[in-house]
């Protein structure tokens, strides 16, 4: 437990002892955020289940390598055949290494180096930034591979929404989609109106989500009994409310709306201000769903 508080006080110290607009400090982004990928990627398999089979695939896929055998008999095709993108990416890593934890180390590595990226590109203070990748999903990093990987991946694609050229984000898409299925729900951001909705219409449309997602026959049960999200996990469709997601997605509406008048109506900001509230709104309409929070990365 200590451990992760010097973790999560490290960026707290940065940003509270820099002035505001002196927060862009790409060597303190770089370094900590290698810090972070060492940590998780030398973890000895920690994070779960999830990641001992990933694990136990890849050293499916270094054996078929080493022998020169046959790919399609590995146990990656069984479990993610249509996550092309994800077995290219075992099949790679099998011709350097066959030890299972240099492969999560460089897969690791590869979500950190995106998640550099990203942040660096479309936030202006580093160390809130990472305080809040920290307090979101930092825990997911060591267990969610695929889906995180996912993520990282679409995320070099909002810079196209911006732009508004739709074949350079259909190629990110694509590639993260290969790599987690998952990430065919970003794709209508794309089509998202790049302009300000009126408080009123957001209120709305977040109660309208919230009671949608309440209901016992609510929209999200036919998405997820149907969906290719995630065809091998448990969905809890019909489970308990999930309190933290209503009160996570609160929590930033109010830091929105509060703020709101003040957001500049630019593409960029414009853009990541719809995102933060689609990611509200996915909270909110899966609120009881086990992996609404996954879903709304």
């Known amino acids: 437990m200590w451990l992760y508080l010097l973790i999560f006080f490290i960026p707290v110290f940065f940003f509270l002892s820099t002035n505001p607009g002196r927060n862009q400090h790409s060597s303190f982004l770089f370094l900590f955020l ?8 030398f973890s000895d398999m920690f994070g779960g289940y999830d990641r001992y089979i990933y694990g136990e695939i890849f050293d499916n896929i270094a054996d078929a390598t080493t022998i020169k055998g046959d790919y399609s008999d590995s146990l990656l ?6 996550e092309i993108g994800y077995t290219f990416l075992n099949v790679l890593i099998s011709f350097f290494t066959e030890n299972r934890y240099i492969f999560i180390l460089i897969v690791t590595l590869i979500i950190y180096t995106l998640l550099f990226v990203s942040i660096k590109k479309y936030t202006v203070n580093y160390p809130l930034a990472t305080i809040l990748f920290l307090g979101l999903w930092f825990f997911f990093t ?12 679409v995320w070099l694609g909002i810079q196209y ?9 259909l190629v990110v898409f694509l590639i993260a989609f290969s790599m987690h ?10 089509f998202v109106p790049r302009r ?18 309440l209901s016992p026959n609510s929209l999200f049960q036919v998405y997820e009994s149907n969906s290719i999200v995630e065809r091998h996990a448990d969905y809890n469709a019909s489970g308990g409310l999930r309190i933290p997601y209503i ?11 509060k703020n709101y008048s ?25 609120v009881r769903s086990e992996n609404g929070g996954r879903l709304s990365w």
């Open 161 to 169: 929404v911006i732009e508004r050229k739709f074949w350079k984000f």
């Open 142 to 153: 060591f267990t969610y591979l695929r889906q995180v990987l996912g993520a990282t991946i």
């Open 196 to 213: 300000k909705f009126s408080p009123r219409l957001i209120v709305g449309i977040m109660l309208s989500l919230l009671i949608l997602g």
């Open 181 to 190: 299925n998952s990430a065919i729900i970003f794709f209508p951001l794309y």
């Open 34 to 41: 290698l810090g972070l990928s060492l940590f998780v990627g």
């Open 247 to 257: 009160l996570e997605a609160f929590f930033f509406l109010y830091l929105i709306l």
């Open 77 to 82: 095709y069984n479990f993610y055949s249509s």
């Open 262 to 286: 003040d957001i500049p109506n630019d593409k960029s900001y414009i853009v990541l201000m719809n995102m933060a509230l689609i990611f509200c709104g996915i909270l909110l309409f899966f």
